[in-house]
């Protein structure tokens, strides 16, 4: 293996991915899987977790799928609990899971509000605390919030509480790296643009003019795939990336880099 090689290779390594059963953390799990990491896989759907297990075991890879609603402390606590009994260390988190919801300013139900907060940063936050201190203790380690271009830029269309919550987990990465970059724990942030998803889809099939809507800020001229999110996963999760903490990483096709009355060139 060439030393270039060397500084992506997770061999070895334990990695956390919560949201592994479809779409991006599927993805994230299934690339550190094939740069040689071992898994936990969190998902509040289990049949959709073990899939992914499966994919990993006939890469050679251990994993472990855990049910696991990640707006629940108890239960991500207890998910944590058992990675150290089954690996007995934690190298990398990826950050994925959690749902947002829409509604406008005015008519949004506070419960709501509420709800999207303790899945996107509530327990986001959980997570970060958990891995962080496995990894404090043992003076390593890479963890990965998934924001969105929603933590920097409003959206409109309703995403008031979704906005808010991304906004959390842009400042929470910042503050996290600044705590714990000196002691060897390194905290990014990966902000997608539009990503397909059946959710997106819906919603897409829903208003026709979403699609053209989205298309008209990105200058790469396509939405992302879950798949697109691999290769910054395993950078971020490897040697490759030992100076990067504290970055809010746009994977956007340009979306944040164009003026809004920007000529988009095909």
Sequence with gaps: MSPLEQLFDLRGRVAVVSGAASGMGRAMALALGTAGAD????????????ATAGALAQMGRRAVAL?????????????F???????????FLGNVAGEGLLGVPELIPLEDVERCWRNLVFGRFCCCQE????MLSAGRGSIVNIGSLASTTALGRGHIAYSMAMGAVAQMTRELSTEWAGRGVRVNAILPAQVVNPGLEKRMEADPGLRKKFLSGIPAGRLGSPEDIRGLSVFLASD???????????????NLAANAGA???S
């Design 39 to 50: 898994l936990a896989l969190l998902d509040i759907h289990a049949a959709g977790a073990e």
């Design 67 to 79: 049910r696991c609603d990640v707006a629940d402390p108890a239960q991500i606590r207890g998910a």
């Design 81 to 91: 609990e058992r990675v150290d009994r089954e690996f007995g260390r934690l190298d």
């Design 131 to 134: 891995a962080g201190r496995r």
């Design 240 to 254: 490759a990336s030992s100076w990067i903490t504290g970055a809010l990483i746009p994977m956007d096709g340009g």
């Design 263 to 265: 000529t988009l060139r």
